[in-house]
């Protein structure tokens, strides 16, 4: 019954009177909340009975009771919608580049702004956000969209080809998160001590339920094998733990990374769509992310180090099938990784939304997302977002000819050439274009002024021209380019102050380059961009399956302590039995730690430290090897090069 019916019914002399029954109910209704005891269910059948009596016979205070109960939970309604009212405008803060005060702040502090005092409803759970990460099941498998293209013949013509033998393809139980079809060629599928669990589920006021992979004990030891075995820098070893555990995450991972070092493209992304089905048939029940009709948001968190696995698959398999020109797919699986971790975003995903948006022709989803973001995330620093803004609004102007998406495109654009004036001159020069002698001498834009730009913004700039210099070689966007560039010269006094702002600022918030940018470019692995470690991520070695591993990192599970107290004198010792193992095939490093004859004369000469390895019986392994050289490799004798000549001549 709504406020109105009452106020008919009730006069207004009772108001008061029926105002205080209000906040009894909702103060029973709160005591009987937090008093809450959970009952065996099997005591309710007891209590059928008076319960349908009761309901025969209600009382007048149950009435009252069942009229007041809907005004009641309209009033919770109300106050909650005004706290979260509250909460978003005194959270939320924009960059405005005029208005600077924080001279000393970097890049990542200050995309961390409004993460670091997050109220109890994030502001990433707003109905306008969760909406940009709905993911369609029919663009998240590369073979559906390969079927669109060429159509579904010539993919199956190059599946059979590929699989001359042919076989039974395995269907996959997960239907609705179907990342990666099942192969012929690939071995049978076990689960190998791989599971997922959920790790925290959502109140009542937050919607995101998190989730988190667990090994088992036996995947334990074989995960403890694998670092032993990349440690030992031995390709070999990591093959025969893949030849007994065949979906080991890691280990699949680590040999594509050693295929595409190879050139073998091909063999490199099969073995990454490999690990992510053992990955995809890992998932929890309740993981499903293709039909959140609910609006959940399901998170993963990358500082554990079982999440990694799904992290890197998914970034390794955004470019692979980039490569093959699915950048529908590639864009659904970009919002899909970043909507795993959107406050971090460990790998740096949003350096590839823009690209594979616009590759994929969808302008209004970017500019959607543009404007969603920023305010969160300050997309206008970043010159990969605020350029590809600028040409999604240039290319719906093509379309629709519509003269709002031209000025915006315009104001986008001059503020990108102002914010990061040094990107014209690369761009230009990717895309062998002689820059004008007015434009080139300009102090704006001349490769003078920017011979000093910080080390973060280079890598961002060159990360978005190496990707999108094929977009700016069209004739239009030339054009418009270069009509663009010379307005801002004609009015450079207009853009002076502009331009001197965001110059000192961007010395300051580019000085220091995230973490997540390293690891973005070391799994992009782009020639044109060559990544500089700094001293406190090159001291220590660097692998693809957990490239530069965070500070916090939450480790469930420790490695246990190796038995070679020094691992570089180890290293040599191996490499010097690699070596006579080649001079003489039948010598065998194993004879030498048998034990020794004369121990008083070993700890004479060596003490404890050559206990093991036996210096004298490797010395006279190679005496006898020179001794016995000529019957290992016969020497060719003067005989039989005369014969040998005898025979060329009567063949002649």
């Known amino acids: 019954m709504t406020t109105r019916a009452i106020k008919k019914l009730v006069k207004k002399d009772d108001l008061k009177d029926l105002e205080l029954k209000l906040n009894r109910t909702l103060e029973s209704e709160e005591s009987e909340e937090e008093n809450f005891v959970p009952r065996n269910k099997f005591d309710l059948l007891d209590e059928q009975l008076n319960l349908d009596q009761d309901e025969e016979n209600p009382t007048s205070e149950e009435c009252e009771k069942e009229e007041i109960k809907p005004v009641a939970s309209s009033k919770k309604k109300k106050k909650k919608t005004k706290g979260k009212r509250e909460t978003g405008q005194s959270k939320n803060f924009k960059f405005v580049s005029t208005k600077i005060q924080e001279d000393n702040t970097t890049l990542e502090e200050l995309s961390n702004l409004n993460l670091n005092a997050q109220s109890a409803a994030s502001p990433y759970e707003n109905s306008s956000i969760r909406r940009l990460f709905k993911i369609e099941s029919k663009y998240l498998n590369a073979d559906n969209e390969m079927i669109r293209m060429f159509g579904a013949k010539i993919v199956q013509g190059e599946r059979n080809a590929q699989n001359p033998r042919g076989g039974r393809r395995q269907m996959n139980r997960f239907k609705n998160n179907a990342i990666v079809n099942m192969k012929s060629t690939w071995p049978q599928f076990t689960k190998e001590g791989l599971s997922m669990k959920i790790l925290k589920e959502n109140d009542s006021l937050s919607k995101t339920i998190e989730f988190t992979f667990e090994h088992s004990k036996e995947y334990q030891q074989v995960q403890f094998r694998f670092l032993d075995a990349v440690e030992s820098l031995d390709h070999n070893n990591i093959m025969n733990i893949l ?47 293709t039909s959140n009709s609910a609006g959940q948001i399901y998170k993963i968190d990358y500082n554990r180090v079982e999440n990694r696995g799904l992290f890197i698959c998914l970034f390794k398999q955004i470019l692979y099938i980039g490569g093959k020109a699915c950048y529908r797919t590639s864009l659904e699986l970009c919002k899909f990784l970043l909507s795993l971790d959107i406050q971090s975003d460990p790998l740096g995903v949003i350096l590839l939304i823009d690209f594979y948006a616009i590759r994929s022709s969808q302008y209004e989803y970017l500019i959607e997302f543009y404007e969603a973001f920023n305010e969160l995330k300050h997309l206008n620093l970043m010159p990969n977002m605020l350029m590809s803004y600028a040409l999604a609004h240039f290319y719906l102007f093509n379309k629709s000819h519509n003269t709002d998406n031209l000025e915006k495109a315009n104001k986008a654009l001059i503020e990108a050439l102002l914010r990061f004036p040094g990107v014209l001159m690369i761009l230009l020069d990717k895309c062998s274009i002689m820059p004008d002698k007015e434009v080139e001498s300009h102090r704006f834009f001349a490769k003078t002024s920017h011979l000093r730009m910080p080390e973060g913004l280079k890598y961002l700039i060159n990360l978005y021209v190496t990707r999108m210099h094929h977009e700016w070689k069209i004739s239009e966007n030339l054009i418009w380019l270069e009509q663009t560039v010379k307005s801002i010269i004609a009015d450079e006094k207009k853009h002076e102050n502009f331009f001197n702002q965001c110059k000192n600022k961007t010395n300051s918030l580019f000085s220091k380059v995230p973490p997540n940018l390293y690891r973005h470019l070391i799994l992009s692995d782009l020639k044109e961009v060559a990544v500089h470690l700094p001293p406190e991520y090159a001291s220590t070695a660097t692998y693809t399956f957990d490239p530069i591993p965070p500070k916090n990192s939450i480790i469930s599970y420790t490695r246990p302590a190796r038995t070679e107290s020094n691992p570089a004198a180890a290293t040599s010792t191996e490499s010097l039995f690699t070596f006579f193992q080649s001079l003489l095939p039948s010598f065998n490093a194993q004879d030498l730690n048998r034990p020794q004859r004369n121990n008083d004369e070993n700890n004479a000469v060596g003490g404890e430290a050559n206990r093991g390895f036996d210096f004298n019986q490797m010395v006279e392994r190679l005496r006898e090897f020179l001794v016995n050289i000529e019957e290992n490799f016969p020497a060719t004798r003067q005989n039989d090069f005369d014969e040998n000549l005898n025979e060329d001549d009567d063949f002649d």
Request: charge should be negative; glycine fraction near 0%.
């Open 243 to 289: 030849q007994l555990n065949r979906y080991h995450i890691d280990s699949l991972i680590q040999l594509s990374d050693i295929s595409r070092i190879h050139d073998d493209t091909q063999m490199a992304a099969d073995l990454i769509e490999r690990a992510l089905f053992a990955l995809q048939n890992s998932f929890h029940p309740s993981f499903k992310f």
